[in-house]
């Protein structure tokens, strides 16, 4: 059982930055490979990033790449998301997910096990 606890959310100006940070209960945190999503209202739920287990791999969606970095910090058992340039369409719930799966399809929401309440970023114009 993994628990996950999402903060650093906020309101933020055009071009403002926020760093989201997930914390992690439990040992076994490094056994999980970790995701970003994000979800506006009237959308679907959508990729933002993930990262694997030792951080060795990124990745991230389209809309994001060159703005926003994920990183782990295995031994806070915390996974981070930099958001720079931040845009009005980046405006969503931010959730971190954990992924158990011996298969990891990063960008597909269920491949991931345990799910965080979410952060809300509000980007203003």
């Known amino acids: 059982q993994v628990q996950l606890v999402e903060s650093g959310g906020g309101l933020v100006q055009v071009g403002g930055s926020l760093r989201l940070s997930c914390a992690a209960s439990?040992?076994?945190?490094?056994?999980?490979?970790m995701g970003w999503f994000r979800q506006a209202p009237g959308k679907e739920r959508e990729f933002v990033a993930a990262?694997?287990?030792?951080?060795?791999?990124?990745y991230y969606g389209d809309s994001v790449k060159g703005r926003f970095t994920i990183s782990r910090d295995n031994d806070k058992y915390t996974v981070y998301l930099q958001m720079n340039s931040l845009k009005p369409e980046d405006t969503a719930v931010y959730s971190c997910?954990?992924?158990?799966?011996?298969?990891?399809?990063?960008?597909?929401?269920?491949?991931?096990?345990?799910w965080g309440q979410g952060t809300q970023v509000t980007v203003s114009s």
């Open positions: 439990g040992r076994t945190f490094s056994t999980y490979n």
């Open positions: 997910a954990a992924s158990k799966s011996s298969i990891w399809w990063y960008k597909a929401s269920n491949f991931y096990d345990y």
């Open positions: 990262i694997s287990r030792s951080g060795s791999s990124t």
